[in-house]
């Protein structure tokens, strides 16, 4: 009995997790990115790409980033689980070279695993 009732616990306090301060959800010090690979025919051509998060944003070039790893630009965005958001690809002149639409699914930086609180999170995606 018991032990019944220490599993019990354990699960209630395990299933409490992102809502209680000192929770699993602990900051990590990292906020939000989205990894973007861009096509092979913008590759050499991309100077900077921006990530806005929702369905009806702009992502705007003054917020646009260059920081790059061959194909993959990874771009900060604010705290949100939101599964939405739009990028945008610029030149060196800052002309917009694409702009769309994307499906963001947010995993854990730490475990990889499906997000579960507001911080810390990666979103990848691929644009074709």
Do not use: K
């Amino acid at each position: 009995m018991l032990i019944t009732a220490t599993i019990g616990v354990g699960l209630a306090l395990a299933l409490a997790g992102c809502s209680s301060p000192g929770s699993v959800c602990a900051d990590y010090g990292q906020g939000n990115t989205v990894n973007v690979v861009v096509p092979d025919h913008l590759a050499t051509t991309v100077e900077s790409v921006a990530v806005c998060v929702g369905a009806d944003c702009t992502p705007e070039q003054e917020s646009a980033t260059s920081e790059v790893d061959g194909a993959t630009w990874t771009v900060p965005v604010e705290q949100t689980q939101d599964e939405r958001g739009r990028v945008a690809l610029f030149d060196a002149d800052g002309a917009r070279l694409d702009e769309r639409g994307v499906e963001l699914a947010w995993t854990d930086y730490g475990f990889g695993a499906p997000l579960q609180c507001r911080g810390s999170g990666v979103a990848e995606v691929w644009l074709d």
